[in-house]
Nanobody, 122 residues
């Protein structure tokens, strides 16, 4: 059993920051690589970031490098996405995901949260 619940989205101005959280309930958190994806209206879901089971490996999409940072706290069974210098192009529903494969494709992740809306105004 794996249940993922995201939170932390909201409406912000360009240049602001948000910190998204995703809590995993059920199976041990340490079993999974954890990822963040986003989907804007009319667009396909795209990879944002991933962190490995032990936190030793992290990868971020080119368009967020230097602005977003993924992290995990195993004691809290939580993965975070710190987002700085947000712009209107970051507006999307953000999803966290869990999987046994370290990859950047939607198909690599069998478990998904419900999503949290991030809206950035100019």
């Amino acid at each position: 059993q794996v249940i993922l619940v995201e939170s932390g989205g909201g409406l912000v101005q360009a240049g602001d920051s948000l910190r998204l959280s995703c809590v995993l309930a059920g199976d041990p958190f340490s079993w999974f690589n954890m990822g963040w994806f986003r989907q804007a209206p009319g667009k396909e879901r795209e990879f944002v970031a991933i962190i490995s089971r032990n936190g030793g490996r992290r990868d971020h999409a080119d368009f967020v490098k230097g602005r977003f940072a993924i992290s995990r706290v195993d004691a809290e069974k939580t993965v975070y996405l710190q987002m700085d210098k947000l712009g209107p192009e970051d507006t999307a529903v953000y999803y966290c995901a869990a999987g046994n494969v370290y990859g950047t494709s939607v198909a690599d992740f069998p478990y998904w949260g419900q999503g949290t809306q991030v809206t950035v105004s100019s």
